[in-house]
C-alpha cells in the first residue's frame, strides 16, 4: 500500500448516535408530550419532547410535515426515532435537527413520499446514524431524497449502483431498501469497479449474499467496492452473507478494497478467502474509518490481514472487529498499522498464525510512527514456531497508549510471546495492561516486563479502571463487557 498519509477534510466528530440525554425530540410509541404540532412543523414546547408514532403518521396521511428541535424560546438537540414509521401518501417527512438524528426503528416510505434529513441546523458534532434495527426504505425510486441540502439518486440494486457510478463517480446516491444479491449470480471483478470520488448512503439498509469469485492472476482491488477517491464517502451499508474468494489480488476488502476516503457506520459479515493481504471492510486504509465493525472469517496465506482493515495508513476510530483470523501477518483489528492511528476500537475474535508468523490480539505490527491508544483486545492468539505472539499487539515498533488485552498468548519454538506485546523495538507503551489470569503468561512481552506495561489479575480488571484510563472514555459495569473496561462512546454489542 503507499505509504503517504492523506489528510481528510472531517465535518463532524465522531458520534455514532445521539446521546441519551434531556435535550432529545423522540419519535416513538409513548403518547405526545411537550410537542406543538400545527400548519405541518412539529416543535418541541421544552428540551425534552416526545411525538408519537400514531400522531405523525396520521399527519402523513394528509401532508407534508417537518420534525424540528427547535421551539418557541426552546432549543433540543437530538431527534431519535424510536418506533417503526411507515406511511403510503405523497408526503415527505423532514427530520430538522440541532445537532444529531439517530434511526433506530425502520422507517419506510410506501408511496411516492419522501425524505429530508439535516444534522448540525445551528448546532455541530452532529452525525446521522442508524442502529441495528434502523432503516429508511423508500419504494419509488424516484421518490426525493435530501440529506443535509444534497439531493440523492436512489438505487435498488448492486448492478444499477454499479452503472451509476460508472456514469458519474462524483454523484450522491442512495440504496433504497436492502437487496439480495444472490440473485446475480458470482461477480468475477468488484461490482463497483470505477472509483468512487462521490457519496453512497446506504440509509441502514442491507446488501446480502454478495459473491466474488476473483481467479484473474493479474493483481487487483477487489470488493464490492474496487477504490474510494480522497473525497468519496461510504456511509452506513451492511453487508451480509458476503463471500470473497481471491485468487490474486493487490488489495481486498469486503466493502472496498483500497479506501482513501471516509467510511462511516459501515458493517460487514461473512467469508474472505486470499492468497493475499485482506480486511473485513478494507484491504487498505488511507482515509478514514469510524463507527464501523466487521464479523469477518479471513483465510489469508500470505500478506496482512485484519478483522476491519489490513493495512492501515489512515485513521480509525470507535470501530471494531469480531470473526477469526488465519495469516501469516495479522491482527483481530488491523494488520499493519503503518504511520496511521487507531483509537476508541477493539476486537474480540481468534487469531491464528503459521511458523514465522507475527500476530496480535488488535495489531499485527505497529510501524514506525503509527499511534494507539484507548484500544483493547479479547480473543486468544497464537502461532507456531519462530514467530511473534501478542495478546495485544504482535510487534510494537512506536507508541501505544491506555489499552488492554485478556486473551490467551501461545507461540511455538523460538517464538516471542507477550502477553501484551510479542516483540518490540524503539517501541514506547504508556499506561498498558494485561491480564495474567486468561493469558496464560506472567511476561507484558516477549523479551520480558517492560515499563509501561503492567500485568493484573481478571479481578482487578473488573475492579476499577487502571491507572491512566480516562473515566470520559473509558466505564466499567458488570453488565457489560463481562465487568472489563469498555469504551463510552463505542460499547460492545449487548
Not at 459473491?211 to 487487483?220: E, F, P, Q, V
Not at 469510524?290 to 500470505?302: G, T
Amino acid at each position: 500500500m503507499p505509504r503517504s498519509v492523506r489528510l481528510l477534510a472531517i465535518a463532524a466528530p465522531l458520534a455514532l448516535a445521539a446521546p441519551a440525554a434531556s435535550a432529545d425530540v423522540v419519535i416513538s410509541s409513548g403518547a405526545t408530550q411537550n410537542m406543538s404540532c400545527s400548519a405541518g412543523v412539529c416543535a418541541p414546547t421544552a428540551n425534552k419532547a416526545v411525538l408519537n408514532i400514531g400522531d405523525l403518521e396520521t399527519l402523513l396521511a394528509s401532508g407534508n410535515v417537518q420534525v424540528t428541535t427547535t421551539g418557541s424560546g426552546v432549543q433540543a438537540d437530538n431527534i431519535d426515532v424510536s418506533a417503526a414509521l411507515s406511511w403510503s401518501s405523497t408526503s415527505t417527512l423532514t427530520l430538522d435537527a440541532n445537532e444529531s438524528i439517530a434511526v433506530e426503528k425502520a422507517v419506510s416510505v410506501a408511496g411516492t413520499g419522501g425524505v429530508v434529513l439535516t444534522t448540525n441546523d445551528g448546532g455541530s458534532d452532529g452525525t446521522l446514524s442508524f442502529g441495528s434495527k434502523g432503516h429508511v426504505t423508500l419504494q419509488n425510486l424516484s421518490s426525493p431524497l435530501t440529506i443535509n441540502g444534497t439531493a440523492y439518486t436512489l438505487e435498488d440494486s448492486v448492478k444499477t449502483l454499479a452503472n451509476a457510478v460508472a456514469a458519474n463517480p462524483s454523484g450522491s446516491y442512495a440504496l433504497a431498501s436492502s437487496y439480495n444479491a444472490s440473485q446475480d449470480g458470482t461477480y468475477s471483478n468488484s461490482p463497483v469497479g470505477t472509483t468512487l470520488t462521490g457519496t453512497v448512503q446506504g440509509l441502514g439498509n442491507t446488501i446480502s449474499n454478495l459473491g466474488i469469485d476473483y481467479t484473474t492472476r493479474r493483481k487487483a482491488y477487489i470488493g464490492l467496492f474496487a477504490l474510494t477517491g480522497v473525497s468519496a464517502s461510504i456511509d452506513s451499508i451492511r453487508l451480509t452473507a458476503l463471500n470473497i474468494k481471491a485468487h490474486s489480488g493487490r488489495a481486498i476488502g469486503g466493502l472496498v478494497a483500497l479506501n482513501q476516503g471516509s467510511l462511516f457506520n459501515d458493517h460487514v459479515a461473512g467469508i474472505i478467502e486470499s492468497p493475499s493481504g485482506a480486511g473485513g471492510v478494507a484491504g487498505g486504509n488511507e482515509g478514514l474509518v469510524a463507527y464501523s465493525s466487521a464479523n469477518v472469517r479471513i483465510k489469508a496465506l500470505q500478506g496482512l490481514a485484519g478483522g476491519l482493515v489490513g493495512d492501515n495508513v489512515g485513521t480509525i476510530s470507535q470501530s471494531s472487529a469480531e470473526g477469526s483470523i488465519k495469516c501469516i501477518a495479522c491482527g483481530g483489528l488491523v494488520g499493519d498499522n503503518d504511520t496511521g492511528s487507531i483509537s476508541e476500537s477493539f476486537a474480540t475474535g481468534k487469531v491464528t498464525g503459521g511458523d514465522q508468523a507475527r500476530v496480535g490480539g488488535l495489531v499485527s505490527l505497529n510501524d514506525d510512527n503509527g499511534e494507539i491508544e484507548n484500544s483493547y483486545a479479547l480473543g486468544a492468539v497464537s502461532a507456531g514456531q519462530n514467530s511473534e505472539v501478542g495478546g495485544f499487539i504482535g510487534e510494537n515498533d512506536s507508541t501505544v497508549e491506555n489499552s488492554y488485552s485478556i486473551g490467551s498468548v501461545e507461540g511455538g519454538t523460538n517464538s516471542l510471546v507477550g502477553g501484551f506485546s510479542g516483540g518490540w523495538a524503539g517501541a514506547i507503551f504508556s499506561d498498558c495492561y494485561w491480564d495474567v489470569t486468561t493469558s496464560g503468561t506472567d511476561q507484558g512481552t516477549g523479551g520480558g516486563n517492560v515499563s509501561g506495561i503492567t500485568g493484573l489479575t481478571t479481578q482487578q480488571l473488573q475492579s476499577g479502571l487502571p491507572t491512566g484510563f480516562d473515566p470520559k472514555i473509558w466505564a466499567e459495569n458488570p453488565k457489560i463487557n463481562s465487568g472489563l473496561p469498555y469504551l463510552i462512546n463505542n460499547p460492545p454489542v449487548k
